[in-house]
């Protein structure tokens, strides 16, 4: 069960097609009730409270008044899969705007579903929680999302199925050993095919056993890693939106 | 004036080979001096004060103790269009972590500079306030920004100058007239020419006097512009960086 708060994230949950235990709307809140009536169900249960009440579950400073409880889609494999599948596996990202920006990017793209995975080491950040869900603009409710999968299973199950594993990795991070997967630039690969880009940790990247595993390693070229002192690389959310323009230019310019 | 604050970002001011006016260090920041020792030229004034005084002036809630005055660039017009120009131009971009998000991808994707313009209605962020340097990861310090422009004079100068200017607008937005610029997807654009991408207001969008003067607009599509309810497109720093990224991808595939 899933807690969505403020008006824009409930008409998100509503025009989900989600179901919707209940709507929880305070004195406040009543104001938005005109505008959310014709997206509700006849038997969706609508809870009435107190500002008071209202403002002390709420998780943001200045509640709108408004929330909702929804049943969170429990993706699966197929669902992930279905047509040509374009999944963003995510594997150790740790900080929830990360996570609800990959989730936002990838439905914006087209992609077909998401997988968040832990690894020995690292977990990601939980899609349904209130901040990733924040950031992902509703994403997280509407994309096929697969969440706390064991990287290793699901990554030999996709190759299964004849997914094209993509490591995103870091220009020189030294996860490009000799005897690694090939390292190509987001253009060279073929994302025509089913794919999965396969995103790691902000500090960390992918464990070197994820990237051997890889059909390809796809690097970002940037103009800044020529500047000696202090430049950082793009953040994991701006990698992961890039390979998926990118695999959405390739898929509409074939058409 | 700009002052910079914690280790990282002490860092790359250090590294951007702008004038340092003043070090400022507290008890607690002077571990970091032997990492910095060989950044700082010798006449690069060191202020030592107590933590009490440090946490009085710094703008982040666990300070790390080490911060840096610093002289920033004053960009000129020649200094964006060298080469083959490729410039950001954020008109009424009012987050400052969209503002430093979008400085951080110019970088990264090889741009030749940004500038900041405000509308009748609108200003755009400070790049060299704390929130939007610090979402620049720096950038904000090495990339030539020109601060503040009034937009009109700014975009003449840039279309006598050769460079041509792309709106990015969203998909069906209303800022597509009939009569308006023709309308391309990010790769109908030829981005290997001097170009300059023209980012507007986070909710509004570009104005539309803006968007008349345009060569083009650039819309980037989104497969869930088909979702009915509830779904916003891609952030301004989003779909700044893609556009960012397909000017580099572009120029690249060119050589």
Redesign the interface.
Known sequence: MVGVEGL??V??????GLRIEALLVSDAGERHMARLAP?LKSDTQVLRTSDRLFAGVADTRTPQGIAALVQARQATLEDLLRDCALVAVLVGVQDPGNVG?IL??A?????TGAATCSTNELGTADPFGPKALRAS???AL?LPVLHGQPVASLLSQMRTAGVKLYAATKESSGQTELSGPPVL???EADWKLSAAILIGNEGAGLPDDIVRVADACVS?????AT?????????AA?AA??LL??A??QR??KR
Not at 107 to 111: L, P
Not at 220 to 224: M, W, Y
Not at 228 to 235: D, H, Q, R, T
């Open positions: 824009r994230m008409e998100a949950a509503l025009g989900s997206l920006t936002r990017a439905e914006a793209f087209g992609a603009a509703g994403s509407r630039r987001p253009w970002i070229p940037q103009a800044a500047t000696p002192v202090g430049v950082e690389s793009l953040n701006m939106s890039v323009y990118e959405m230019r509409m310019a």
